[in-house]
């Protein structure tokens, strides 16, 4: 058995994990005593053609490691975020110039805000275990042990987990729920495209968000498994006919759809700590993707870890480290499990989603509560 030390391990090298990494290098942490660990390669990660919304809190956080440059070379501008109820007069609008910001957020691929972050700390003197899988996590009275499936065991003071995944392929943590849910994905044009402009629309199944990427828009629709199972099986004509009645005609028809793909929705969570090891990202909370909040509450996550470490790598700090973060992800989780309720187990046209509208015709009326709602996208709860 070969055992190495370091201070820090680290599984999982998605963009939560190379947050970590590059801010705690960034706040005078020797990478060569830190250790990470994915079961991808570099290679597999950077292929990763998911679509992610990255608000302009985590532009913040991925310039701070010197990522931002990387990631903005292909990314789209979101300006504005159209956010609608289907066959309701409510609706809200929300506008980077209203907060003096030149952006609400920038729509990218995963693997290219992967690749983008390896490249960063590329050089740092990380000690790098890819592909490596892990096969048991041990806590000892002053040591955490992460033994890998080739027999190597690595042990620090401290483990941060930020392995992620999606919702159907993990396993249960403290509190889960499964909406009955299939997030359907693809990429699709419209003959009216509105530039730098992203849309949020529920339906009675679930909210259809429309992300301005490259010349077209990266869709993700949120419908119940049989409607779910149904649209997949459609050709492109008569999906794209089924999409137009779902959406309407406010960026005009849609023309042309990619490859359609699929996942199942729900929530899990779980506590923040234990005496030595932290979950962080996807690993602590996998949300629904209403908001897209999921990986801007994990670099958040990272960002505050980060802050801690640096001064201190013992239990203590992971208590400090879930103490403040309680308050930020215990909202954004609350305010997306609800609105995926409402859709994933209420009647369609109950009175609980007729009320949807009516709150967001109001929070377009009320500034006050506009700003709240973009400050908590963009940035979190500080």
Known sequence: MHIADFDLIICGGGPVGLCAVGLLARRGLDAARIALVDLKTPEQAAADPRTIALSYGSRQIMEELGGWHGVEKTATIIEQIHVSRRGHFGRTLLDCKDYDLPAL?????????????????????????????????????????????????????????????????????????????????????????????????????????????????????????????????????????????????????????????????????????????????????????????????GLRDARVLADILARERTPEALQQFHHRRGQDRDLTIRLTDLMARIFASAPQGTPAQALLGLSLGAIDLLPTARGLLAGQMMFGRR
């Open 105 to 297: 957020g920038y729509v990218a691929r995963y693997g290219s805000i992967n690749q983008a972050l390896a490249t960063a700390t590329g050089g740092l003197g990380l000690n790098l275990f890819r592909p490596a899988e892990v096969v048991a996590l041990t806590e000892e009275h002053d040591h955490v042990a992460v033994s890998l499936q080739d027999g190597r065991v690595l042990r620090a003071t401290l483990a941060i987990q930020a392995e992620g995944g999606v919702f159907g392929q993990q396993q249960q943590k403290g509190v889960q729920r499964d909406y009955r849910q299939l997030a359907l994905i693809t990429h699709v044009h419209a003959d009216q495209a509105v530039a730098h402009r992203a849309f949020e629309r529920f339906t009675d199944e679930g909210p259809l968000a429309l992300l301005p990427q490259d010349d077209g828009y990266a869709l993700v629709w949120c419908v119940r498994p049989a409607t779910g199972e149904r649209l997949l099986a459609l050709d492109d004509g008569a999906f794209l006919a089924a999409l137009n009645q779902a959406f309407g005609e406010r960026v005009g028809r849609f023309t042309r759809t990619g490859p359609r793909h699929s996942y199942a929705l729900g929530l899990n969570a779980k506590p923040g700590r234990t005496q030595r090891v932290v979950a962080i990202g996807n690993a602590a909370q996998t949300l629904h993707p209403v908001a897209g909040q999921g990986l801007n509450l």
